[in-house]
């Protein structure tokens, strides 16, 4: 009789456990990849520089670059409000700096930074610039401060140094390089 009860005690708790695992909640899904855009970043001449690659994060876009063929020195390095690099118009087609919001240029302007504003990039005498750069003023999600809208936008590197607070575009001069930030299709 004990080992009736005994056996009648194991299939209890085996039973148990099997409805307590029935009505465990379920596992979660598998983190999605973060949203990607990568480019190619082109020259006046219109030869491919090297790409840049955004990835999008919760509080913004980190930004990497792995170009070659600069001309040395510290370079202004905007979004622009148009994904469009026409080498022919000096990537004038690229539009005014990507300034949802309102905010004035400058990382050190009153009113400012907007969303195109960055960290001036330093490129070295081999003429490369490999580089991260974290932005929280734009997004590659839908909304108003989307570089992903219906026209895109461009990431523009500049021949000088923006100076963080000249209006409208930080007195960084010529536009030397170019690349078009739409999604992939």
């Known amino acids: ?6 056996l009648a005690a194991a ?13 465990a909640p379920p596992a979660p899904p598998p983190a999605a990849a973060p949203l990607t855009v990568k480019a190619s970043v082109i020259g006046l001449d219109g030869a491919t520089l090297g790409t840049v690659t955004l990835t999008d994060a919760p509080t913004g876009v980190l930004i990497s670059t792995d170009l070659a063929g600069l001309p040395a020195g510290d370079h202004g390095f905007h979004f622009h409000e148009t994904g469009l690099c026409d080498a022919a118009t000096k990537f004038a087609s690229a539009g005014a700096h990507f300034a949802a919001g309102g905010m004035a240029h400058g990382l050190m302007a009153m009113g400012g930074p907007h969303g195109g504003d960055m960290p001036n990039q330093h490129v070295g005498s081999d003429g490369k610039l490999v580089s991260q750069v974290f932005n929280s003023g734009v997004t590659l999600r839908a909304g108003p401060h989307s570089l992903l809208d219906a026209d895109g936008s461009a990431l523009v590197i500049h021949a000088v140094a923006d100076d963080y607070t ?8 010529a536009r030397i390089a170019c690349a078009v930030i739409k999604p992939a299709s």
Do not use: K, N
């Not at 009789?1 to 005994?6: A, D, F, V, Y």
């Not at 299939?11 to 009505?23: E, I, N, Q, R, T």
């Not at 000249?166 to 001069?173: D, L, R």
């Open 166 to 173: 000249s209006q409208p575009a930080g007195a960084a001069g």
């Open 1 to 6: 009789m004990t080992s009736l009860i005994r």
């Open 11 to 23: 299939g209890s708790m085996l039973l148990a456990g099997c409805v307590a695992h029935a009505d």
